[in-house]
C-alpha cells in the first residue's frame, strides 16, 4: 500500500469511526488530523505542525467578518426584526395557496440574506409561524420540510459567511463577485421550494390568507424597509469598494443594533444573551476552521487532493462525468459534514481539478456551496434540518418523506446551476467583478 493509500484510510476511516461514536466533528477533525500525522511524522514534528496549522488556520484578518455577521443575525433575531420581514412576506404571498408555506420561504430568503445564518433562520422564521400554521390546519411534517427546504438560502444570497470562508480558502477569489454570484442561484433556490410547496399546497386544498389591501401592505412594507435596506448599506458598501467585507459586517453589527434599540425590542439582559451566544457559536465555527485547516495540510501533505484529481481524470476525459462525480461526492460530504470544515476541506482538493476544466473559481463556489446548502437539510448530520424538527416539535421520521420532494428539485437545480455558468456568474461578470 503507498503512503497516500495508508493516510486516506487512516484520516477518513479515524474521522468516520469518531463521528458514528458521536464525537464532536470539529474533535474528529483533530483526532483524525494528529492519527494520520504520526503515519507521516515523528510525534514532535507531528504535534508541533497540527498545533501550527490550527493556530494559522485562524489567523485571517478577513475571518473578523463571521463572528460580526454571526453577532449582526443574532441581533436580528431577537431585535424584531424577524417579525417585520415575516408580515412582509405574509402580504406579499397573501395570495397563493398555501400562503403561510410561501411566506416561510419568503421570510427566510428575506431573513437569511440578512443574518447569512440558515440554522438562525430556521429557528426564527419557523419557531415564529409554526403555531400559526398549525392553527391553520397546516401538516406540521409539511410545514417543517417547507422551512427546512428554504432556511438553507441564505447561506447563497449575500451577505454570507460561506462565501467570506471560501474566499479565505480559494485565495484570491473577489468576495464581492461572490456576493453578487450569489443571487441568482439564491433567488432560483427559493423559487424551486415555492414551486413544490404550490403543488403540495393545491393537493392538500390549503388555502390563501386573509388579503391585505393596499394602505395595509404599504404600512406593513413601511416597516419592514430599515431592516432591508440593511443589504444595500452592507452589500452596496463591499461591492463598491466603500468597506472590506469584515468592516461590513461591523457595519451590519452597528445598523441592527441601532435599529433594535429604535424599536425598544433590546435591553441589557437580552443583550447579554446575545453576546454570549454569539461568543458560543463563534467558538465552535473557529474550532471548526481551525481543525480543517489542520487536517487540509495533512491532506496536502500526503498527497491525497493530488491523489484524487489523478483518479478523477484517470476515470473518464468527459469534462460532464467529472463534475457529476465531483457533485455526488459533494452531496454524500454534506450528509454528514457541515458547511464550514466541508468548505475548507474540500475546495483544495476539488477546486484544481474545477479550474483545470475551465471552471471560473466564482461558479465552483456556487456550486460547493449550493452542494452543501442541501446537505444541512439531510441526516445524519444536517443542522438545518434538527433545528427546524425541534423547533416545530416533529420527528425526523415524520419530516424526512415530506421533504423529498423539495430534495430532489434542489438536486436538480444544482445541476442547472453547475452546468449553465452564467447563472452564476452573469451579475458579477456586468459588474465586471471578475478576472
Excluded at 84 to 97: E, M, Q, T
Excluded at 231 to 246: D, E, L, P, R
Excluded at 367 to 389: E, K
Amino acid at each position: 500500500m503507498t503512503v497516500t493509500l495508508i493516510a486516506v484510510l487512516a484520516l477518513f476511516g479515524t474521522f468516520l469511526l469518531l463521528l458514528a461514536l458521536g464525537v464532536p466533528i470539529s474533535i474528529g477533525i483533530i483526532v483524525a488530523s494528529f492519527v494520520t500525522g504520526l503515519i507521516l511524522l515523528p510525534w514532535a514534528d507531528t504535534t508541533y505542525i497540527v498545533g501550527q496549522q490550527m493556530n494559522m488556520g485562524v489567523e485571517s484578518f478577513s475571518l473578523l467578518a463571521v463572528p460580526l455577521f454571526i453577532l449582526a443575525g443574532n441581533i436580528m433575531n431577537n431585535g424584531g426584526i424577524a417579525r417585520r420581514l415575516i408580515d412582509l412576506a405574509l402580504v406579499l404571498a397573501g395570495r397563493v395557496p398555501g400562503s403561510l408555506a410561501h411566506t416561510n420561504v419568503l421570510a427566510n430568503m428575506l431573513f437569511g440574506s440578512l443574518s447569512g445564518s440558515a440554522v438562525a433562520s430556521a429557528a426564527a422564521i419557523g419557531g415564529t409561524l409554526h403555531r400559526r400554521q398549525r392553527d391553520e390546519g397546516y401538516d406540521p411534517a409539511y410545514s417543517t420540510a417547507v422551512n427546512i427546504a428554504s432556511a438553507s438560502v441564505g447561506l447563497l444570497i449575500p451577505p454570507t459567511t460561506a462565501a467570506i470562508i471560501y474566499s479565505t480558502v480559494a485565495g484570491g477569489v473577489s468576495v464581492s463577485a461572490l456576493f453578487m454570484a450569489g443571487y441568482v442561484p439564491g433567488i432560483l433556490m427559493g423559487l424551486v421550494v415555492m414551486a413544490l410547496a404550490l403543488v403540495l399546497a393545491r393537493r392538500r386544498g390549503y388555502r390563501s390568507s386573509r388579503l391585505v389591501g393596499l394602505r395595509e401592505g404599504g404600512a406593513v412594507l413601511w416597516r419592514a424597509l430599515p431592516s432591508l435596506l440593511l443589504v444595500v448599506v452592507v452589500v452596496g458598501g463591499i461591492v463598491s469598494g466603500v468597506f472590506t467585507a469584515t468592516e461590513g459586517a461591523a457595519v451590519a453589527v452597528v445598523y441592527c443594533l441601532v435599529l433594535s434599540l429604535i424599536y425598544r425590542s433590546l435591553d441589557r439582559e437580552a443583550l447579554t444573551q446575545i453576546v454570549r451566544r454569539t461568543v458560543g457559536s463563534t467558538g465552535v465555527v473557529m474550532l471548526l476552521i481551525a481543525a480543517s485547516s489542520a487536517m487540509a495540510w495533512v491532506m496536502a501533505y500526503s498527497g491525497i487532493p493530488s491523489a484524487i484529481t489523478d483518479t478523477l481524470l484517470a476515470t473518464t476525459d468527459s469534462p460532464v462525468l467529472i463534475l457529476a462525480l465531483m457533485l455526488v461526492i459533494l452531496l454524500a460530504v454534506g450528509t454528514f459534514l457541515d458547511i464550514t470544515p466541508a468548505i475548507l476541506i474540500f475546495t483544495p482538493i476539488f477546486l484544481p481539478i474545477a479550474t483545470s476544466l475551465g471552471m471560473d473559481p466564482v461558479h465552483f463556489g456556487m456550486v460547493l456551496i449550493l452542494s452543501m446548502c442541501i446537505g444541512t437539510m439531510t441526516p445524519p448530520v444536517g443542522s438545518v434540518l434538527f433545528v427546524a424538527t425541534g423547533v416545530s416539535g416533529t420527528s425526523i421520521e415524520a419530516v424526512v418523506p415530506r421533504l423529498l420532494p423539495f430534495l430532489l428539485g434542489l438536486i436538480a437545480l444544482l445541476l442547472l446551476v453547475t452546468y449553465v455558468p452564467v447563472l452564476s456568474l452573469g451579475i458579477p461578470g456586468m459588474m465586471g467583478l471578475l478576472g
